[in-house]
């Protein structure tokens, strides 16, 4: 969930930001500029809140945060080789790392961190920094397009497997291993991402017409959404909601599309799609019979009369379900692909943004950062969809200032039900996951085992050091373990 700002968006406007990222529970968003880095608390819609700021390193174009704790990790411009880790409540240095490229992309969870260069990716244990795997065989990958599952049990990683088309390669963070290739595009890729769990994750092509959802591990189709068919866009992000329930896609247009993950269904859930399983599965056709059309049932067949639909609309849609079994593969999946459930419109298009869609104050939300130097909030009705209603508009560059949506000083507040409805429980991620608290740090008391594979989080208390070293500073070149 992280983008770099481009040095000049289209329409003349410079970027302020040259990059930002969400926290991987989206309760915290990090901001870097020419002067330095910027990290905010995501808690309240009213008010933006500075948790930490530093001018120490200029020109930084990439910062993550690891969930809510202390540890930070940035790269400058100035020496785009290098990865520094920090503790910033603490003021100090944890580590820093040179590597034989420039770094395009950093993703942590509580058990890894990887570094992605153009041609290869580099995988950390996060207890110590010890350098676990160096994966060499990567298609070039210039914009460092990967992702890392954020459930510490299974830390999956993604990342595009072939130069011309939407390979993904499925990778196990834990024994270090590729679990398979999932022919998720015809084109290449623009977007991935895991859910929560890491039990699934979502694919985009750089058309940006159709996203897709497949089932982790094994590779299966679940989801296939058209964003749009009017004209091909440019996605720059796609996330989960922590939940899982809601997939949201940003692009250089105007509008935010989110998608419901209803329960998956015969049609949207074929098989095949792993590469162990290359071959696609069609849907089973009903039987026929001598004299009938085909697909067709006979009379006198056992469900053969089933329930007609009580409306005209439920007729026509069950017709039109019927005809696409006639049509062209490419007609009838369009005709199959689920549609946004909500939309956000921005008063912008052409601009580098993120999006994310979080719990603030019990209310589901959809965020929106753009380079700009905006953090823009919208209501999201988790019932019936439409379109979000922008509530806030914080500026990410004068701390304090915000703007708020004149329409909303018009519109009647909320009835008590609809909050009632749409509330969420309040605990983060973080607090569901065995052993942890809510700041992402360990429990007081819990044992963090040795084993670099061991299933318990490292410590992440502000009274104790993050990890158990003291300086790991070095390079990356000649001492990897190489695949």
């Known amino acids: 969930m992280e983008a770099e700002a481009a040095d000049g968006p289209p329409g003349g406007v410079e970027a302020a930001l040259s990059c930002f990222s969400f926290n991987q529970d989206c309760t915290s968003l990090a901001i870097g500029t020419k002067a330095g880095y910027k990290l905010f608390s995501l808690s309240s819609v009213e008010q933006l809140d500075q948790v930490h700021g530093s001018n120490e390193i200029p020109d930084v174009y990439i910062v993550e945060r690891l969930f809510s704790s202390s540890l930070v990790v940035v790269v400058s411009h100035t020496k785009p080789r290098q990865m520094n880790v920090y503790h910033f409540k603490k003021g100090t240095e944890i580590c820093n790392y040179s590597y034989s490229s420039n770094i395009l992309s950093i993703r942590l969870n509580r058990q890894r961190l990887l570094v992605c260069l153009e041609e290869a990716i580099y995988i950390h244990n996060i207890k110590d920094m010890k350098l676990l795997k ?8 210039p914009t460092g397009l990967c992702a890392l599952s954020i459930n510490h049990s299974n830390s999956y990683v993604a990342y595009p497997g072939s130069l011309t088309t939407g390979e993904i390669v499925l990778y196990d ?3 270090l291993k590729t679990v398979c290739t999932i022919a998720a595009h015809e084109g290449t890729l623009a977007a991935i991402t895991f859910n929560a769990s890491g039990s699934k994750l979502a694919s985009a092509s750089e058309k940006g017409t159709v996203i897709r959802v497949f089932s982790v591990p094994d590779g299966q189709k679940l989801y296939e959404f058209r964003r749009g068919m009017k004209r091909y866009v440019t996605i720059s992000s796609l996330v989960f909601s922590m939940d899982s329930q809601f997939l949201c896609a ?15 269904t015969n049609r949207s859930s074929p098989k095949g799609w792993c590469h162990a ?3 696609k599965i069609q849907a089973t056709p009903l039987t026929s019979h001598p004299g009938s059309a085909p697909g067709c049932r006979a009379l006198g067949d056992p469900g053969s009369r089933p329930e007609e639909p009580s409306t005209w ?15 062209p593969t490419q007609v ?3 005709m199959n692909q689920d549609r946004a459930f909500a939309t ?3 008063n912008f298009s052409g601009q580098r943004n993120i999006c994310t869609l979080s719990t603030i104050q019990k209310l589901p939300r959809l965020l929106v950062a753009s380079s700009d130097g905006h953090l823009y909030i919208y209501n999201l009705d988790p019932q019936d969809g439409g379109e979000c209603v922008l509530i806030k508009t914080h500026s990410l560059l004068s701390s304090g200032t915000t703007e708020e949506n004149k329409e909303n000083d018009l519109r009647p507040s909320l009835p008590q039900s609809y909050a009632a409805t749409v509330a969420r429980p309040s605990t983060s991620s973080a607090s569901t996951v065995p052993g942890y608290s809510e700041d992402g740090g360990a429990l007081r008391g819990e044992v963090i085992p040795e084993h670099e594979f061991a ?5 992440l208390d502000d009274e104790n050091e993050f990890p158990p070293i003291i300086l790991c500073r070095g390079s990356q070149k000649g001492k990897t373990k190489q695949s």
Do not use: Q, W
């Open 134 to 141: 160096t994966i060499l065989d990567v298609p070039a990958n």
């Open 173 to 175: 963070g834990h024994s």
């Open 250 to 264: 940003s692009s250089n247009t105007e509008t935010v599309h989110i998608f419901k993950l209803e329960h998956v």
């Open 277 to 279: 399983r290359k071959h």
């Open 313 to 327: 609309t439920g007729y026509m849609g069950k017709m039109f379900m019927a005809a696409s079994n006639y049509l």
């Open 332 to 334: 009838s999946d369009m």
């Open 344 to 346: 956000g419109r921005l």
């Open 455 to 459: 299933t318990g989080p490292v410590c």
